[in-house]
Every structure is written in structure tokens, then in C-alpha cells.
């Protein structure tokens, strides 16, 4: 069983409001933020106290993707995690279907044709329901992302002439993609939503910064060399980003 409430705390003269759910099948406590809020799954057994404290240790983190959302845009992809809501893979519509199981524990996404079966738990309410289901979509989503990422990673890389990248798949407030020093590349889980080729052209961004760490000439010469038509899907991707945040 799950137990909610909602709490806020004061950080610095910003308020920061948070909602607890309580678990038995919680460890440990995690912290996560998104458009819809921010929410710390706990065990049932740990204090409130400790988990202010651990939320207060936390804010600059908080306020930080909290303001990483406003950056990206007002008018996130709205979800309410139900049955007939249509959401996307690889550019792709899919059906969502949400099915009350007395054996599910946790969501797991079930690909089917067009249609995503979500099973969830069946004594919970409304509002454990629809988190469920966001959490199970938010794990066969970065699944799929792992899968994919680094396969058309190295296809780009053999396009560049450049060994293949170490690729991450991460959870990122403002950004696609970024490339460290050693030249991994960081891709953010939400990009499997978007069509392929706008997954290739953030991939081809981050792997020319293998070869120029910057925007220089060289930088977007390499781009365009092996992308042409770069600019275009940039100009889709802004179009289409916001859907895909949730």
C-alpha cells in the first residue's frame, strides 16, 4: 500500500512543495521533479523530519530543474496517465491502455501493435494510479532509449570517421544531448519520443563535438557534411520538443 500527503518547505525564501508517497516497497528515499511537481518516495517507516532534511539538502537541485522547466517552455506535452491518452515512440502514436491488476506492484509497460498496456495496482487511488503508470512509461522509455542510442551512435560516428562514442542515457531539465571532455555523449531518455531523424540529428550534434568542442566553422562544417538538412529538423525539434516533457 501507498500513503500520500503534501508538504512545502521555505529554501532560501522559495517555496518548495513537495508530495510524499510512502511505500513498503521503499529502501530508501529519492527525490524526483518534473512538470507535474515534485515528488519524494520514501519508506513508510522513516520520519518526516529526516525527509525535510533530505529534501532542504536537496533544494538548489530542486529549484534548479524546476527552473530548467520553466526554460523549456510553459506549455509542457499535459499528461494525465490514462486510458486512451495518446503518447509517442520514435515519432510514433500509441494508445494508451491502463488495466487495474491485483498483481501488479509496480508498472510495466506492455507494447502491443499500436496500443501501450500499462497494468497498475488495483487499491489505489486516483492519483498513485496515474504516477504509476507515469513511472512505468518513464522506465520502458529510457529501456528503449538504451537500446537504440547507441546503436545509430555508431552509425553516425562511422559517418564522422570518429570511434564510437560512450553514450549515457540520462534524465537532462534543459537539454537533448551534451559531450564531456572525454567525449561520452549524454542523451536525454526523452528524445526515443521524437521521430528518428530528429534522435540522429541530436546525436550527430553531440558526436561533432568529439572532433570541436564548440560551435566553431569546422564544428558546423562536420554537421552539415554528413547531415544537410540539419537545420530543418532543428527547426522541427523546437516545434515538437515540449510534447515530450512530462
Not at 158 to 173: A, F, K, M, W, Y
Amino acid at each position: 500500500m501507498t500513503a500520500v500527503n503534501v508538504r512545502t518547505i521555505d529554501f532560501g525564501g522559495e517555496a518548495i512543495s513537495f508530495l510524499i508517497e510512502r511505500t513498503s516497497r521503499r529502501k530508501t528515499v529519492a527525490i524526483s521533479v518534473g512538470y507535474d511537481g515534485v515528488r519524494v518516495l520514501a519508506p513508510v517507516d522513516v520520519a518526516e523530519d529526516h525527509i525535510f532534511g533530505i529534501v532542504r539538502k536537496k533544494g538548489p537541485w530542486v529549484l534548479g530543474k524546476q527552473a530548467g522547466y520553466r526554460e523549456l517552455g510553459s506549455t509542457p506535452g499535459g499528461r494525465e496517465f490514462v486510458s486512451g491518452e495518446t503518447v509517442h515512440y520514435l515519432g510514433r502514436a500509441y494508445r494508451l491502455k491502463v488495466v487495474a491488476d491485483k498483481a501488479t506492484v509496480a508498472t510495466r509497460i506492455i507494447a502491443r501493435g499500436s496500443q501501450l498496456t500499462a497494468p497498475v495496482p488495483a487499491d489505489v487511488d486516483e492519483m498513485i494510479r496515474r504516477a504509476s503508470v507515469r513511472s512505468g512509461l518513464r522506465l520502458w522509455y529510457r529501456e528503449r532509449a538504451k537500446a537504440h542510442f547507441p546503436v545509430r551512435a555508431m552509425a553516425i560516428a562511422n559517418l564522422l570517421g570518429i570511434p564510437t562514442p560512450t553514450v549515457h542515457v540520462v534524465d537532462q531539465s534543459k537539454r537533448w544531448g551534451s559531450c564531456d571532455a572525454r567525449g561520452h555523449i549524454r542523451l536525454n531518455w526523452r528524445l526515443i519520443m521524437a521521430p528518428m531523424s530528429l534522435v540522429d540529428y541530436v546525436i550527430a550534434h553531440e558526436a561533432c563535438h568529439v572532433l570541436e568542442h564548440n560551435h566553431s566553422r569546422r564544428f558546423w562544417r562536420s554537421l552539415e557534411i554528413i547531415m544537410p538538412d540539419y537545420e530543418v529538423r532543428v527547426r522541427k525539434l523546437d516545434q515538437l520538443g515540449h510534447l515530450f516533457f512530462w
